[in-house]
């Protein structure tokens, strides 16, 4: 395959040590790996992760959970999203923790355990500001006795979510604080009711670096250890670096006539006799079609423009009149040191996150460091 993506695990391993060094020795680290790592492989990097010192891991769904566990790891592993009562059962035999919001599914996820006669580890999610999963604040405490009052469950942690953590506007740093002064009055009532909250938990990459004080008693950001800054006016001032990098082959190269056109829908035209360059890699590997004429690749050192629309599985540069580049050359389509993901993603209204996800399951990845 001509096109791979590079993962630079020994960026990972960097910007785990960043992340430790602004938050401290007490609070633990959950990497996310859900959407198989954010594209860049959940088990190779979960591996890498636990090793440089990460303790936690957390995925959306049982799916995900489930794929680790028969990689071989052993960590503990929150479950983000709502599961399913069917699904209870395997999540018991699996060892994975889920996250839970009300009183129904406590009693589903009690009836599960005695069932099974094994007992299972919970985190109580508290909605303080995202409007998505979580309990209400005011019901934390009823709801950390009711786990609490069963005997096959155990209260492990307690979570809130931020919405608006990443953002500098005044307003937004506001209600990030208000979600967390409303989440420690949360955590307070369970501990006034004599219940030990377990590991409490909030901080996303946003709160890692501009709310101090929602580190608590463990931090998940994701997008921060993948190597991109939440916030985009950050980007590169951070000290972390991107850990995939998209890679491919210059395969051809064509010499066109001025005035000719490139690609489906005849959207560029030479300007001037030249070379165009083929590279196999297009929208169906992950290659925002929205990109189409507005991105350069990296051959021999020296960028090129796109010329033409991305297609399916291939695209064109514009290799100039007298080109340097050499049939079968590296070509960087984004990494470290070079147009990242963030940068991608900026200029076609998305964020770093679907950029990286994106990247289909057809384009190998490769570990490196
Ligand atoms: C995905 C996710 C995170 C990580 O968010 P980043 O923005 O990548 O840091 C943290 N917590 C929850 C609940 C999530 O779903």
């Known amino acids: ?134 309990c209400r604040p005011e019901e934390a405490a009823l709801m950390a006795k009711k786990i609490s009052s069963s005997k096959k469950l155990k209260l492990e942690g307690v979570a809130t979510h931020f919405s608006v953590s990443d953002t500098q506007s005044g307003e937004d740093q506001g209600y990030t604080k208000n979600q967390i002064e409303v989440f420690s009055g949360a955590v307070s009532s369970i501990r006034e009711a004599g219940i030990d909250p377990g590991l409490v938990h909030a901080a996303n990459s946003g709160a890692l670096i501009f709310h101090e004080d929602s580190y608590f008693d463990m931090v998940r950001p994701g997008l921060y250890l993948y190597g991109y800054s939440p916030s985009r006016s950050l980007q590169g001032q951070l000290g972390i670096e991107p850990v995939m ?75 100039g009149s007298d080109p340097e580049a050499q049939r079968w050359d590296e070509a960087v389509i984004f990494g470290p040191g070079f147009i990242n993901a963030a940068d991608m993603a900026e200029k076609i209204n998305a964020i770093p996150y679907e950029i990286t996800c994106s990247i289909n399951k057809r384009v190998p990845r490769e570990y490196v460091g």
């Open 245 to 319: 990098e998209l890679k491919s082959v210059l395969v051809n190269i064509k010499k066109i006539k001025k005035g000719e056109d490139v690609s489906y829908g005849r959207t560029w035209t030479a300007p001037k006799d030249t070379y165009i360059g083929v590279i196999p890699t297009g929208y169906a590997d992950g290659f925002p079609r929205g990109l189409s004429n507005n991105h350069s690749i990296l051959i021999g050192g020296r960028a090129y423009p796109l010329a033409g629309r991305i297609c399916m599985d291939q695209c064109m540069v514009d290799l």
């Open 1 to 134: 395959m001509a096109t791979k993506a590079i993962i630079h695990l020994e960026n990972l391993r960097s910007n785990i040590e960043r992340a430790r060094k602004l938050i401290g020795t007490h609070p633990k680290i959950c990497l996310p790996v859900k959407a198989d790592a954010y594209g860049h492989g959940a088990i190779p990097l979960s591996r890498s992760a636990l090793a440089a010192g990460v303790e936690y891991l957390a995925v959306a769904g049982v799916q995900e959970g489930a794929e680790l566990r028969r990689g071989g790891i052993e960590a503990p592993i929150l479950l983000l999203s709502q599961v399913l009562p069917e699904e209870l059962p395997e999540i018991i035999n699996l060892g994975l923790i889920p996250l839970v919001s009300d009183e129904e599914f406590i009693d589903e996820a009690a009836g599960a355990a005695e069932r099974e006669n094994k007992s299972l580890a919970l985190h109580l999610k508290i909605d303080t500001g995202m409007g998505r999963l979580g």
